[in-house]
């Protein structure tokens, strides 16, 4: 099992509709999780980040942590097509270290 | 602001070169990282550093070699360039995380170096 799975996608909805994105982690990885949001091209920058069980909510963006079932979601409201781009889930793992996830391409149409 | 700022945007070296990537933050990190990432493979830590002169591998060291003579600069060094290293590199850094208590701290990138070796 990887450390920090997600689905490839592209998870395709409208503007302004609810986008859920999930995220799930193996036993190797810590409590601490984060939410990258990368463009085409660009580096990763982050949007969240979570540290204790259940929501924690910026502006448009809500990120939720179950330990019980060992997954990490984030929730974008009123998506816009800017928000187009691939998140990254990323946890904790050894000694200061981040694993990352392969993505989630998000594609938000007009 | 933290600052990630990486030498290059973009290089194209031969085969057999000797490649220097250069990264320096102005946050006063303890920690920094070199990533690459690859289409399908997403992010793979090359190799990381907690102090000036101190290194760790990460999952994919060979063929890299990595240097902190300064806190704030940290470089990734391809010894001999091969074309199974074109990627795109990513260099991050992080404050220290104390060893219990609040766990990792967010890593912020700088802004990568897409790197062709024909």
Known sequence: ?110 | DVKVTQSSRYLVKRTGEKVFLECVQDMDHENMFWYRQDPGLGLRLIYFSYDVKMKEKGDIPEGYSVSREKKERFSLILESASTNQTSMYLCASSLLSPLNGEGEKTQYFGPGTRLLVL
Request: proline content about 5%; some cysteine; aromatic content about 10%.
């Open chain 1, 1 to 110: 099992q990887k450390e920090v799975e997600q689905n490839s996608g592209p998870l395709s909805v409208p503007e302004g509709a609810i986008a859920s994105l999930n995220c799930t982690y193996s036993d190797r990885v810590s409590q601490s999780f984060f939410w990258y949001r990368q463009y085409s091209g660009k580096s990763p920058e982050l949007i969240m980040s979570i540290y204790s069980n259940g929501d924690k909510e910026d502006g448009r963006f809500t990120a939720q942590l179950n330990k019980a079932s060992q997954y990490v979601s984030l929730l974008i409201r009123d998506s816009q097509p800017s928000d187009s781009a691939t998140y990254l889930c990323a946890g904790g793992t050894g000694f200061q270290k981040l694993v990352f996830g392969t993505g989630t391409r998000l594609l938000v149409s007009p």
